[in-house]
């Protein structure tokens, strides 16, 4: 091996550990005020304040993974465009900005015209809809900052500044959480503090990201123009595998809201409650290892310097890897513990299902891992049939056709089993796919 090779392997495993591990803390950030939202809810509105939020949820997925579908596309075209040199680059940024005001705006009306019937929607019965009105009103109202904060984020980490991304994404949960704990006690506002906080955080994303949008250092570029649906569709190709990998949490906290409540009622809603927002934090890591190695997929990718994405690949599965088993690990040795903290009110009923909710289900994650970031490697090699597939079948059918049969088959043991089997099946077609696209990038 020659001495460039080798230190080009060097700056390939440098670059990668730098940007996925800040990507990762930047990731555990944005999970840590929903767990923040949870815990001070728990303790204000005990399990209904619990199962409300839960409803809700589906609704932040959908919100952030339109904005990430948007962001991390967008970005990802503008890094392969930058390192092929093509002036087409300096197009998507702009472009993504104006979509994320215009469905933001989509949003925003429906909070502040219809809280109501979309809690009810969700599955929400009378108490639990008046506790989750105000909560829902509020947050959707902030619609287009969440979605541009994601953009100004992924174009941040894309133009070569994960740390202030990075930092971005950690003072705004930061900001967040201190602020839950403000507006709910001392200031005694309950829910709708816990939403103000939310709704505000994203604002402090955007604004330390402008720190670098408005550098020296920033390649980014701002042009006035037309929203193009072309561009738009062009980015979204690459941004669905971001999409997915935000809304696959929301269908299944949908899905199985629905089927819980048929088995359980609002006692196995707060038990699942517990059991999606912890699993928010693992998914965080996750998408931190696709999210954080993407620019580096994508630059390398589109330098046509292949051994270096395949290195990038296998230091994001064995990462991936490492991480599922120690998350596997501590929540079957602690479930208890996990599930004591959202419990404020002792229910001994709620805590039996969420302890063995917990230890079930979070077995999945030795696949949802690797398909988490299978799907980011296939988007940022612009592998755009492949990502779209295997993301569907992992974000819709396999969740949803797994938790209706094994819920009838077995109850609740089977809504909990739910999650692993699915993500089995898909991480099956998802070795299909990348051995498919690694092939095809040896022997074009």
């Known amino acids: 091996m020659t001495s ?19 990507n990762i803390l930047g990731m555990l950030g944005l999970s840590a005020y929903v767990l923040a939202d949870t815990f001070f809810i728990s303790l204000a509105q005990g399990a209904d304040g619990i199962t409300a939020l839960n409803l809700i949820l589906p609704l932040y997925s959908l919100i952030f993974a339109i904005g990430s579908m948007i962001g991390v596309g967008s970005a990802t075209r503008f890094k392969i465009y930058r390192a092929r040199g093509d002036q087409e680059a300096d197009y998507y940024f702009s472009n993504a900005i104006i979509f994320a005001v215009i469905f933001g705006l989509i949003f925003s009306l429906a909070g502040l015209f219809f809280p109501g019937p979309i809690v009810r929607l969700l599955g929400g019965t009378e108490d639990i809809v008046a506790i989750g009105i105000p909560y829902t009103r509020i947050f959707m109202l902030f619609g287009p900052f969440f979605m541009m904060n994601y953009i100004c984020n992924a174009f941040v980490r894309n133009d070569g500044n994960p740390s202030l991304a990075m930092t971005a994404t950690f003072s705004s949960s930061i900001f967040n959480i201190v602020m839950d704990y403000v507006l709910m006690f001392p200031l005694k506002m309950g829910m709708p503090g816990a939403a103000l906080a939310t709704a505000f955080s994203p604002i402090v994303g955007i604004g330390i ?18 929203p193009s649906l072309r561009r738009l569709g062009r980015a979204c190709q690459l941004g669905v595998a971001a999409f997915m990998g935000e809304i696959s949490s929301g269908v299944t906290t949908m899905v199985f809201n629905f089927l819980i409540l048929g088995l359980t009622g609002n006692t196995g809603i707060a038990a699942y409650g517990v059991v999606a927002n912890v699993a928010l934090v693992a998914t965080a890591v996750f998408n931190g290892i696709s999210q954080g190695s993407q620019p580096l997929l994508s630059d390398y990718y589109g330098k046509n310097d292949d051994k270096s994405v395949q290195k990038i690949l296998r230091l994001s599965i064995i990462t991936g890897i490492a991480a599922a088993v120690l998350i596997i690990l501590v929540t079957n040795l602690i479930p208890d513990v ?31 891992g690797f398909n988490i970031i299978g799907t980011g490697f296939l988007s940022a090699t612009e592998s755009a049939a492949w990502a779209f597939i295997t993301s569907v079948l992992r974000g819709f059918v396999a969740i949803s056709l797994c938790a209706l049969l094994l819920s009838a088959l077995f109850g609740m043991t089977g809504v909990w089993l739910a999650f692993p089997v699915a993500e089995f099946i898909t991480a099956v077609l998802m070795v299909i796919a990348i051995a498919q696209n690694v092939r095809k990038m040896r022997t074009k």
């Open 4 to 22: 460039t090779a080798s230190a080009k392997k060097d700056s390939a495993g440098g670059l990668f550990a730098r940007y996925v591990s800040q």
């Open 209 to 226: 990201c402008c720190i670098h949008l408005f550098s020296k250092k920033n390649s980014v570029r701002f042009r006035l123009q037309l």
């Open 338 to 368: 996990i599930v004591a903290v959202f419990n404020n009110e002792n229910n001994a009923e709620m805590a039996s299902y969420a302890v063995f909710g917990v230890q079930l289900y979070f077995t999945g994650f030795l696949f949802a």
